[in-house]
């Protein structure tokens, strides 16, 4: 599907075209918090589910089985795609590397993807979830945003601050510039070979992102995914999606970006977002995940707070601003679905 009328919801709204709802997925619907992946994870562990298409595409539609989302989210991880480029990764269970990145000579070391190559099963489970999944529901792949996964290359795991990796990148500015290009570039190359594989829209994850300063973004980071973007934009005509999490203070300065969805973190309201990115996109998101754990009537007063912070919008997709936690009740989950779908109704075909 495309950009003609029979395209997704998700789709057209990631496009700013009329849609008969507002369509929501959720960030990390497919994991811990369903009792299905918990039960299956007692028999497989976590990189393995990741390298085999049939156990993948199992997982990315158990919430497609349980809610009425308009979109799935291949179930992998930003880390998956760097085995390949010579960086071994572990989950215990956030990511681990047993050869953190810490010199110039390990950063030009890292070898550029080849995605057929390199992750020909991230590629046949796309195939597999979209000869199963209903045609209406879309299928949006992703990958780690270069500077999210430069952070967990050069620290070796998780952070509150990346100091290890935010100190790398100036004493050693050249080699971090090479070692973010390569990975801007092996990421938009898997993008777009998800995207022939049959996912209907691409995502990038830049977690860690708001901890950088405007100075800095514009100097290291906004001239890679500049030429990521364009990469991408040239290669495919899939919606594109940009997540730079806790990027309110950057958001200005990524006017420019070529993306079609911008998705929001929970700590700046949508209309705010979208007057610092200038207006005319569609944005994506924002309820807090935390929400999720208040009464029922609270979360729809929740919910009902961000449909109408996305009106005026060009699209709204909604979305939570950040993954949800593993403690969640699903019968929440299944709360919110239903709950946006009826609220978000338009009118439009
Ligand atoms: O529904 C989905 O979104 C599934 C696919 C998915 C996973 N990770 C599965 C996963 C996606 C899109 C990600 C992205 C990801 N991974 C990000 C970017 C988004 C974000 O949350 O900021 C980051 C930073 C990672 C790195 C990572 N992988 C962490 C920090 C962790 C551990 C913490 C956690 O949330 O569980 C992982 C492991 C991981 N990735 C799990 C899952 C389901 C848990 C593994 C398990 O079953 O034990």
Same mark, same amino acid.
């Given at each position: ?15 700013? %075209? $009329? ?26 562990? *976590? ?8 156990? #993948? ?13 308009? #979109? ?54 796309? %195939? #597999? ?10 299928? /949006? ?67 860690? /992102? ?10 290291? /980071? @906004?001239?890679?995914?500049? %030429?990521? *973007? ?12 940009? *997540?730079?999490?806790?990027?309110? $203070? ?22 705010? #977002? ?25 979360? %729809? ?22 993954? /949800? ?15 946006? @779908? ?8």
């Amino acid at each position: 599907m495309n950009g003609s009328d029979n395209a997704t919801i998700f789709e057209r709204a990631a496009r700013g %075209r $009329p849609v008969p709802h507002t369509p929501i997925w959720i960030m990390r619907q497919a994991g811990r918090y369903l009792p299905e992946y918990r039960k299956l994870r007692r028999e497989v562990d *976590f990189i393995t589910a990741t390298r085999t298409p049939e156990i #993948a595409a199992r997982i990315t539609l158990q919430p497609m089985e349980r809610f009425a989302m308009d #979109a799935s989210i291949l179930f992998s991880d930003i880390m998956t795609p760097l085995d390949p480029m010579g960086v071994e990764v572990k989950f215990a269970p956030g990511p681990v590397l047993s050869h953190p990145v810490r010199t110039p000579e390990a950063a030009r070391a890292v070898r550029a993807l080849v995605p057929e190559e390199g992750v020909p099963f991230v590629l046949e489970a796309i %195939r #597999a979830v979209r000869a199963e999944l209903r045609p209406e529901a879309a299928l /949006i792949g992703f990958a780690g945003a270069p500077f999210t996964l430069f952070c967990y290359l050069v620290e070796g795991g998780g952070s509150k601050d990346f100091m290890t990796a935010r100190s790398f990148l100036r004493r050693e500015p050249e080699a971090s510039r090479a070692l973010l290009h390569t990975l801007g570039r092996s990421m938009a190359r898997y993008l777009v070979a998800q995207a022939e594989a049959g996912a209907n829209a691409v995502m990038l994850f830049d977690s860690w /992102i708001g901890l950088l300063g405007p100075d800095t973004y514009m100097r290291f /980071i @906004h001239p890679v995914l500049t %030429r990521a *973007f364009a990469a991408v934009r040239a290669a495919t005509d899939r919606p594109i999606i940009y *997540f730079p999490n806790r990027g309110g $203070p950057l958001l200005r300065s990524m006017r420019g970006l070529d993306v079609d969805v911008v998705a929001i973190d929970w700590t700046l309201p949508l209309s705010k #977002a979208d007057r610092l990115l200038g207006g005319g996109r569609a944005l994506q998101g924002n309820l807090d995940p935390a929400e999720l754990f208040g009464r029922p009537d609270a979360l %729809r007063r929740a919910a009902d707070a961000v449909l109408a912070e996305a009106e005026g919008l060009a699209g709204h997709i909604f979305s939570l601003g950040h993954g /949800i936690d593993r403690r969640t009740d699903p019968d929440q989950v299944a709360r919110l679905v239903d709950h946006v @779908h009826e609220r978000g109704r338009t009118g439009a075909d």
